[in-house]
């Protein structure tokens, strides 16, 4: 790990525990883009004869290692490779070390490769359903999938499509896929060089790729390595982040920027299970904080007050 | 096997709350004709702003979910979309081939 990292800020946290994703576009610079995309055998789209075959030669001969579940993320990729270097720029190491930790652990890895209608002419095509990645992952400890975009990606190329402060739903992967579409779902148009970084627990599905181009996607899933507790820069906690704030005869003072955030609903929760959210997402801060005592209003506070 | 010319269409809708009069937030659409191919992000704009709209556009309903007891201990795990309403609409086929 370098000394110079840049690890997120409170709000920033705050904003994963609610929503269950970070996104920072064009955070890889351009020569590292074109680096990777080097390494893993992208030719242009007429030198592709089919994509198994393509598939079949990016898989075999592209410098993305074949890897054992289990090791050091750091030890994972060879330190003359595009990933490595993405892995160390400061910000990336950043978001990482406060997401999972300085040691996190190497899950698994895969290049998404999507390609456009001419190689499916006569068979109609589909995106994906929505899942959840895994299995039933009821863990307070989470992982963190790093998606890596190295090239623009445009509406009609179908990027990842995923429902914000869907992360703290249990369910078992696949059964969602009966959801087609939900209200604020979103997808991916990003600059080259965008990350996202996705709680385990989001819905989400690859989009269909209506382009001329092919589209690539990258995804590392890591494990934490430690506890998952203040490992973000929290000099940026004041003391009023710690009190209740007013609810309902509110004044017009909004309160804290981080309560804010953790109450912010989505545009898809039901009127009952919303608050549910609410919740957990403060279950979710606490545990983050390593504090069973913070609140946000009022809403553990309440239905804890039990006298035996 | 009897081959009819009546197909089903099938749209399922997530609502808010229980109440078929409260907004949809998230949906689904088969269509058993053949004629409209629908799948997973292929539209933000839900059909319908609530159930009961989509009661007063011919579907029928058919299934609601039913509300069911929180087991004790799991009253706060939240999973799958809550309130699902299944609704069809049975088809001509031959009429929407000459439509």
Not at chain 1, 155 to 165: A, E, I, K, N, S
Not at chain 1, 279 to 289: E, G, K, Q, S
Not at chain 2, 2 to 10: E, G, I, L
């Amino acid at each position: 790990m370098t000394d110079d990292l840049t690890k997120l800020n409170s709000k920033q946290m705050a904003e994963f525990a609610a929503r269950g994703f970070l996104r920072f576009d064009s955070i890889v610079p351009k020569k590292l883009n074109d680096k990777f995309l080097k390494e893993v055998g992208h030719v242009p789209l007429d030198e592709v004869n089919n994509p198994i075959e393509h598939y079949g030669k990016v898989m075999t001969s592209s410098a993305i290692p074949v890897l054992r579940p289990g090791s050091l993320l750091c030890d994972a990729y060879p330190k003359t490779s595009a990933i490595y270097d993405i892995l160390n720029l400061p910000s990336v190491e950043g978001a990482i070390a406060s997401l999972v930790g300085n040691k996190p652990i190497f899950d698994h890895h895969f290049l998404h490769i999507t390609f456009p209608p001419k190689f499916y002419e006569g068979n109609q095509q589909k995106s994906q359903h929505y899942h959840q990645d895994s299995t039933i992952d009821p863990r307070q400890a989470f992982d963190v999938q790093m998606m890596y975009y190295p090239h623009d990606v445009t509406v009609d190329m179908g990027g990842t499509r995923f429902l914000p402060g869907s992360h703290l739903r249990i369910v078992s992967e696949a059964a969602i896929g009966r959801y087609q579409n939900i209200v604020g779902q979103q997808r991916m148009v990003c600059p080259a060089g965008t990350l996202l970084f996705l709680h385990m627990g989001i819905w989400h599905g690859g989009g269909l790729n209506m382009s001329d181009q092919m589209r690539y996607m990258f995804k590392i899933r890591m494990n934490p390595g430690e506890r998952q507790m203040r490992l973000w820069d929290t000099s940026d906690l004041g003391n009023e982040h710690y009190e209740q704030r007013p609810i309902f005869w509110t004044g017009t003072d909004p309160g804290n920027e981080i309560h804010q955030t953790l109450m912010k609903p989505e545009p898809w929760f039901e009127a009952d299970t919303g608050r549910l959210e609410m919740m957990n997402r403060v279950r979710f801060w606490r545990y983050l904080l390593g504090d069973n005592n913070f609140d946000v209003d009022y809403w553990l506070t309440r239905v804890e007050r039990e006298y035996t | 096997m009897t081959v009819t010319n009546t197909r089903q269409q099938v749209l399922v809708l997530y609502l808010a709350t229980s109440a078929l009069d409260t907004n949809v937030v998230g949906w689904a659409n088969y269509d058993g004709t053949g004629q409209n191919f629908h799948m997973a992000g292929d539209n933000d704009t839900p059909p319908y702003k609530n159930g009961l709209e989509a009661l007063k556009d011919g579907w029928r309903l058919i299934q609601a979910s039913p509300l069911i007891t929180h087991i004790p201990g799991n009253e706060y795990r939240t999973d799958y979309l809550k309130y699902e309403f299944f609704f069809e609409k049975m088809v001509n086929l031959e009429q929407i081939l000459n439509d």
